[in-house]
């Protein structure tokens, strides 16, 4: 590996780690890095998504203070995006990528409708069931997570734009409280898949490469942390949308 490529797949990491805690999408910045340099498709997701377990870890945290009093429910979730997470990472290593290809800028595409219309939607919502927690919306939540974390663990690009998009309608909360529990989901179904790379075919990972956008991604999380933060809840929509956009249009290409 040469010291511009070094370079490269390092600011790579930064920016996916910047991206991630603002939205998501960021492995569409280091995945397309990685096939640029030669890596073979599987081995580069896997190792991306090892990496990107860092600035998972940095953008949670810098999203905490968002999430005060939200353990409760943070913890309802995250079960539902490890089991997804694992099926994701298994069909990954034993399915041929075409078979995800048609579905995913369809589910990118409702997610942004989710996103723009979530306020509206879960206005509604509470109108029709005051308590605006009732079982069958935790069950569809719950579902919800679990194919967000099955495609995270596929793939991962623009995961944030469809766990954003799925909790702005079933969950009363502000969007920075919303972002705070994507960055940690998304943190959880990176790190449960990357253990299932580690586990089922420790080959496909190129420990150089992993380690570059860790190193990346870690100050990325940080930064994202402290831009997404700063923003208003209509500009974060804003970027959400624009960015789900530039997303479906690269995997359309």
């Known amino acids: 590996m040469s010291l511009l490529e070094a370079v490269c797949i390092v600011l790579a990491g930064l920016a996916a780690g910047t991206i991630n805690t603002i939205v998501g999408s960021g492995t569409l910045v280091t995945f397309p890095t990685l096939l640029f340099f030669g890596y073979a498709p599987v081995s580069a997701n896997v190792s991306n998504s ?6 998972g870890v940095s953008g ?3 999203y905490r203070h968002e999430m005060v009093g939200l353990r409760r429910v943070v913890g309802r979730l995250v079960p539902a995006s490890f089991a997804g997470s ?7 290593l034993v399915l041929p990528e075409e078979a995800f290809e048609t579905i995913v800028p369809v589910l990118i595409g409702l997610a942004l409708v989710l996103v723009v219309t979530g306020p509206r939607l879960s206005r ?5 069931h005051p308590d605006r927690l009732t079982t069958g ?3 569809a939540l719950l579902i919800g997570i679990v194919l967000a974390g099955m495609y995270g663990g596929y793939f991962g690009a623009a995961q944030g734009v469809l766990l954003i998009g799925l909790m702005s309608v079933l969950l009363p909360l502000q969007l920075q409280a919303i972002n705070g529990i994507k960055n940690v989901l998304g ?3 990176n790190l449960v898949a990357a253990v299932t790379f580690l586990i089922v075919d420790p080959a496909q990972i190129n420990w150089p490469v992993a380690a570059l956008i860790a190193l990346g991604s870690v100050t990325g999380g940080f930064v994202g942390a402290r831009i997404g933060r700063a923003m208003p809840a209509w500009l974060l929509r804003s970027v959400i949308v624009v960015i789900g956009v530039v997303a479906i249009g690269v995997l359309l290409t």
């Open 187 to 189: 943190m959880v179904v």
């Open 137 to 139: 919306r935790w069950v």
């Open 60 to 62: 949670a945290w810098g």
């Open 124 to 128: 509604w919502a509470a109108h029709q």
């Open 50 to 55: 090892l990496g990107l377990v860092a600035g």
């Open 86 to 92: 694992v099926l994701g990472a298994v069909l990954l």
